[in-house]
């Protein structure tokens, strides 16, 4: 708690001279470095939301007049999807946000188990801008003594391209027999199924991280068995929160334990009502927002991320470990309560329900308008045996959203097609928002 307030007094006093957007808001409200000295004073400002960053990105860069050259000089330059406009907006890495970054990888070997002498394969998309995860692997991988593959899955934006097919990144991978593999949860599950289907195997795979989407304990338990299907020599499989912004990921130490945040000295984590801003207690779910409190590119303060979920700074009952925040609830996006045919539906809860149904293999909820009526179509990958599958989903969508649904049946390439960032969007809204 003082190292983060020593380091807070020293983020606010930069801002108030030196950041665009937090010297204007500041300066508005009437408040000065003096009037913010620890984490509860931190309360008095606004809460900064993912439109004002995405609104002019530009502001929110921290244009330090001298000081060390480390905290000046730009070491990565990356981007995070989410605007109106379909514009990546620019987030700024200096080299010492850069160098921060790979020391609190060393620090964490031990929790996440990334060891010198891993050789981790990288299943991140190529896409045309840099985004967080793809960039920084190769930090995190370097910084504990290990070397990166990178794959380049993804799909090509023009006609020379570096890009590789599904079955090319399965037989670079094999080829190359990597002891982890790093990626968005569901292609990382579709990229081991395939190699499983071509009689591939990896023999010397102990450990999968996955991250970028909500990752069930149907689709960890699936990961498992994904392992074992191909040989690996291990079936751990780490889970990870986190964003571009944020800079940084909190981890679970066992699936289910609550995600941990590592960096307690570089970010300052708080849920918060999302009326009123107020910070609430441990427990009480609310908006996740946190706080940079060590960087010096682009710097965010009370930022809500956009998601819901409750802390806790008591002792992690798996594997004990305190001095900081973590996730006992959530995270869940806000945006997942979605009003179909009158009535609210949390489609994270359906789309839990659909990842935990036999014969499902990958799924996508769209939701149409046709004329007056909202339609509701579940596009699935399937096992096999189609009709079963199909009254099995017919039934749960039913049940937990009080919708019928159409299902059709498409094929994974079919699903992924058009895919930016690695991931489905397990639920596209087509309906107009007029």
Not at 141 to 149: E, H, Q, T
Not at 186 to 204: E, I, Q, W
Not at 261 to 275: I, K
Not at 395 to 410: C, D, G, K, N, S
Request: proline share 5%.
């Amino acid at each position: 708690m003082a190292l983060q307030a020593e380091r807070l007094r020293t983020t606010i006093a930069r801002c108030y001279e030196f950041h665009p957007y937090y010297r204007e808001l500041m300066r508005k409200a009437g408040l000065t470095p003096d009037d913010i000295q620890d984490l509860d004073d931190l309360q008095r400002l606004p809460v900064t939301t993912k439109a004002d960053f995405v609104a002019d990105p530009e502001k929110f860069r921290l244009r330090l007049d001298g000081g060390p050259l480390e905290d000046r000089v730009l070491a990565q330059l990356m981007y995070t999807t989410g605007s109106t406009t379909g514009v990546p907006s620019a987030v700024y890495v200096t080299a010492s946000d850069h160098f921060d970054y790979m020391l609190r990888s060393r620090r964490r070997r031990d929790f996440i188990d990334l060891r010198a002498g891993d050789l981790v394969a990288s299943l991140f998309p190529l896409t045309p801008f840099p985004m967080g995860a793809y960039t920084r692997s190769a930090a995190e991988v370097s910084a504990c003594g290990g070397a990166v593959l990178f794959t380049h899955p993804g799909h090509a934006s023009g006609p020379v391209t570096p890009h590789r097919r599904l079955d090319e990144v399965v037989d670079l991978v094999v080829v190359n027999q990597p002891t982890v593999l790093w990626g968005i949860a569901s292609f990382t599950l579709r990229f081991l199924r395939r190699v499983a289907d071509g009689g591939g195997r990896l023999t010397r795979l102990r450990m999968v991280m996955v991250t970028g989407e909500h990752s069930s304990p149907q689709l960890v338990a699936d990961l498992r068995t994904a392992m074992a299907s191909v040989g690996g020599a291990g079936d751990r499989v780490v889970n990870r929160y986190g964003s571009t912004e944020q800079g940084s990921s909190m981890v679970e130490c066992t699936p289910g334990s609550g995600f941990h945040d590592l960096a307690p000295d570089s970010l300052f984590m708080e849920v918060l009502d999302p009326a009123s801003g107020r910070r609430l207690p441990d427990g009480e779910q609310g908006t996740l927002a946190f706080t940079h409190l060590n960087r010096t590119g682009t710097v965010l303060l009370r930022f809500a991320v956009g998601d819901l979920a409750a802390i806790s700074h008591e002792p992690c009952p798996h594997c004990g470990r305190t001095g900081s925040a973590r996730l006992v609830a959530g995270p869940v996006r806000s945006g997942d309560v979605i009003k179909v045919k009158g009535i609210l539906v949390n489609m994270s809860g359906v789309c839990d329900g659909l990842a935990e149904l036999a014969g499902v293999r990958d799924f996508q909820i769209v939701l149409d308008r046709r004329g007056d009526r909202d339609v509701l179509t579940v596009r699935v990958v399937t096992d096999g045996y189609p009709d079963a599958a199909g009254a099995r989903v017919a039934e749960l969508v039913q049940r937990t959203a009080h919708v019928t649904p159409e299902v059709v049946f498409v094929d994974g390439d079919e699903l992924m097609r058009g895919v930016e960032g690695g991931k489905v969007a397990r639920v596209v809204d087509r309906r107009s928002k007029d």
